[in-house]
């Protein structure tokens, strides 16, 4: 396929795989903030054909992960109600919530409707004047624009029954956040790739500078994340710490402005609590009050919420790449993904959910076939 | 508890039991088999419900028939490459076929909405009608019934096939045996997304017709080849991964699959991309997986290509005594991938 097969070919990847290893004179820890990225490494199976020569952190870039439990209670509240429409994007609806989740909502009444853009649940909205159509706005920089578009489309077309549950998170403050962490372990970066389309990649080089960290903008497919692992690993040798750009077809040092500008226009910074992670200040985006008519949260009076996460489970530090899944005492145990504690065994590329798998491959391939051959 | 740092929480507490019926539950995956085993198969159950095949065989006065049943709820009842009539026959001969039977007959119950159109009807029934005449399988019996608007989505089949068991040939998915190979008979993906993309709502343009086809021609290739196939699937609700799972699991193999020789057809390929999924779940209806001893496998191919529907069959993995009862797949850039079952329905993803 044109613009996709080429940058999965293995007759390139090869040779990639075996040049990070030989630059590579110890292991280093790299982390992927983007689910993207995550989801191409597991895919691919790349950890396990660099092992030794990089370990990778899936980073907090999931926005399944990542949105906290009373955003996910408060879409749970809103899509159990007679009048709404809820509209989301199709992986949050198995998040777990404080008691079930927006399938399970939808099982019970709910009308819960998976969007591929929320200018689709904006037109949902137009076709029926008579609900309450609500759409799900979470995610990075990266759906912060087409979500910024609907709000102002929205008020451009005078749809008094649409509005929108944010959760968006930013980028930069996690990197921030995990680098001041006390016992970080990550030494470099690979910024996502398409956040930076949006935003370019200006706000990254004072944190490269200050925190000595190399970071490198880089894309989503195979030779992409090999080719950033590699210009990450031979900052890591040569000492030093610069923010460099891989994914050069799509993203450019400015970003695209037409997109920063509706963003900026429509969305302002708050503080903003990570699930796993705590409250990381000025990370997420939250309506202006201009837009305020378009925030389900002050239309339906929803308020402060309090709820109470598992302390069973070690997802925050997970995410940070403190701990390895394998070494959370629910690991495996009272933490599997059909029973999931947290997001991350949820989701087939979190972090836990992807050790989950592998560890039981390995213990299978190991062990004394059982009754295969007779 | 642990101490935590300074950017630590926690997270979330565990997903409560299901108490309703999730469209998660009609998926194929997990959640299927746990309403299967949790639900029905304690109270109903007997030996031949218990090997949980595409159907079962049972000896009637010293003769083996072989009985399967399905029930179609596609929307849209027409797509391209088909409609929910052709559908309901092919859907319930193939899984006759797959068991090494002959079909002998065929029974359709309908489940009507009121106001339902009967010209769109008329055509669903003739589509039906040449469908079965094509297979050369009688509909020997039939019901009817009428529920009130808004009580079903327009139209619903249950069809259910009887099959002449063949003692020569009786594949089954618990006869994989390490060694075997596993042949594909055709392009995968095709039906999922054709139905994907037309369905209301995405706006979404393709040229993508599902593979909808009668296979009973092509397994009477394989019959008169005289190869022993050990296992023979039609890999529909879940796709190859749910397939190659359930018959690992049945069998205690383990199967490797080679991501570089899947057949996925470039626009299946594209609208898996667009929509965030894989092709590996995404459903069939019009190919075959099959089990077969590796000295035997030129030959199957051999007769599988020899047919229309088997010509671009070929060989997309082996059985092996590793990992027993999971799937692992050889990426292209040559790592590993777990193959699990799905916890439900495959969800698009965000990013």
Redesign the interface.
């Known amino acids: 396929?044109k613009y996709?097969s080429e940058y999965?070919d293995?007759a390139i990847?090869?040779p990639l795989?075996e040049r990070i290893k030989r630059t590579a004179t110890r292991p280093w820890t790299l982390m992927e903030v983007?689910?993207?990225q995550t989801?191409t490494i597991?895919?691919?199976?790349?950890?396990?054909?660099l092992e030794g020569a990089i370990e990778m952190i899936h980073g907090p870039?999931?926005?399944?992960c990542v949105t906290p439990?009373e955003q996910i209670d408060k879409a749970l509240m809103l899509a159990a109600r007679p009048d709404v429409i809820f509209t989301s994007?199709?992986?949050?609806?198995?998040v777990?919530?404080?008691?079930?989740?927006l399938?399970?909502v939808?099982?019970?009444g709910g009308n819960v409707?998976?969007?591929?853009s929320p200018l689709?649940a904006l037109e949902i909205a137009r076709r029926h004047p008579d609900r309450e159509v609500v759409f799900f706005a979470?995610?990075?920089e990266?759906?912060a624009p087409a979500n910024a578009m609907a709000v102002w489309r929205a008020r451009e077309l005078g749809v008094p029954n649409f509005t929108v549950l944010v959760s968006h998170v930013t980028v930069p403050p996690a990197i921030s956040?995990?680098m001041?962490?006390?016992?970080n372990r990550v030494q470099g970066f690979l910024a996502a790739g398409?956040v930076c389309a949006v935003m370019g990649w200006t706000e990254y080089e004072p944190l490269a500078m200050r925190h000595r960290v190399p970071i490198v903008v880089t894309g989503f497919e195979?030779l992409d994340i090999l080719e950033g692992m590699l210009m990450a690993v031979e900052q890591l040798e040569t000492g030093r710490h610069t923010v460099e750009n891989q994914y050069v077809r799509s993203v450019r040092r400015e970003g695209t402005p037409a997109a920063r500008t509706r963003v900026e226009e429509v969305f302002e910074l708050v503080d903003r609590?990570w699930?796993?992670?705590?409250e990381?200040p000025m990370s997420g985006l939250r309506l202006r009050p201009a837009f305020a008519a378009f925030d389900a949260e002050l239309k339906f009076g929803l308020g402060d919420i309090h709820v109470?996460?598992?302390?069973?489970?070690?997802?925050?530090?997970v995410l940070?790449g403190?701990l390895k899944p394998p070494r959370c005492?629910a690991f495996g145990t009272r933490c599997t993904?059909?029973?999931?504690?947290?997001?991350?065994m949820v989701s087939?590329e979190g972090a836990c959910a992807a050790y989950y798998?592998?560890a039981?491959?390995r213990a299978?391939?190991e062990?004394e076939?059982?009754?295969?051959?007779? | 508890m642990t101490a935590v740092s300074p950017v630590t929480l926690a997270c979330p507490v565990p997903l409560v039991a299901h108490d309703r019926v999730q469209l998660g539950h009609g998926s194929g995956g997990k959640m299927s088999a746990a309403l299967l085993r949790q639900r029905f198969l304690p109270a109903l159950a007997n030996e031949a419900l218990a090997r949980l095949g595409d159907g079962s065989m049972v000896n009637v006065a010293g003769v083996d028939v072989v009985v399967s049943t399905d029930t179609f709820v596609v929307s849209p009842l027409e797509f391209p490459g088909g409609d929910i009539g052709s559908l309901a026959v092919h859907g319930t001969l193939n899984d006759v076929a797959m068991m090494g039977a002959r079909p002998v007959c065929l029974t359709a119950g309908f489940v009507l909405e009121e106001g339902f159109p009967l010209d769109i009807l008329d055509r669903i029934v003739r589509s039906m009608a040449d469908a079965a005449s094509l297979a050369g399988v009688p509909v020997v019996a039939g019901d009817t019934k009428v529920v009130e608007r808004g009580k079903a989505d327009g139209l619903y089949i249950n069809t259910t096939g009887i099959g002449a068991a063949d003692a020569q040939f009786r594949p089954a998915p618990e006869r994989a045996r390490a060694g075997d190979v596993v042949i594909v008979s055709g392009a995968i993906g095709r039906h999922g997304m054709a139905i994907m993309a037309a369905r209301e709502g995405l706006a979404f343009e393709t040229t993508i017709t599902s593979d909808s086809a009668c296979l009973v021609g092509l397994v009477e290739r394989l019959r008169t080849a005289r190869v022993d196939v050990h296992v023979l699937r039609d890999p529909t609700r879940g796709g190859v991964a749910s397939a190659l799972n359930e018959i690992a699991a049945a069998s205690g193999v383990g199967v490797e699959i080679d991501e570089t020789v899947l057949p996925v057809p470039d626009d299946v390929r594209a609208a898996c991309e667009v929509l965030g999924l894989d092709p590996l779940y995404v459903a069939n209806e019009g190919i075959l997986l099959a089990f077969v001893p590796a000295e035997d496998a030129e030959r199957v191919l051999a007769a599988l290509r020899s047919h229309p529907l088997g010509a671009g069959a070929l060989q997309i993995g082996r059985a092996i005594t590793g990992h027993p009862g999971m799937v692992a797949l050889r990426t292209s850039l040559g790592g590993t991938r777990i193959v699990d079952l799905l916890p439900g329905d495959q969800l698009p993803r965000i990013c």
């Open positions: 396929m996709l999965r293995a990847a090869r795989i983007c689910g993207g989801h597991v895919r691919q199976g790349l950890d396990e054909l870039g999931c926005p399944v439990l994007f199709g992986d949050m609806l198995r777990p919530g404080s008691d079930c989740d399938q399970q939808r099982a019970r409707r998976v969007v591929y689709d979470v995610g990075f990266t759906t956040a995990i001041q962490s006390p016992d398409h195979p609590k699930r796993g992670i705590g990381i109470n996460e598992s302390p069973e489970c070690h997802a925050g530090e940070t403190k005492p993904p059909e029973h999931p504690l947290g997001a991350l087939s798998h592998l039981k491959y299978a391939s062990a076939p059982a009754g295969a051959v007779s």
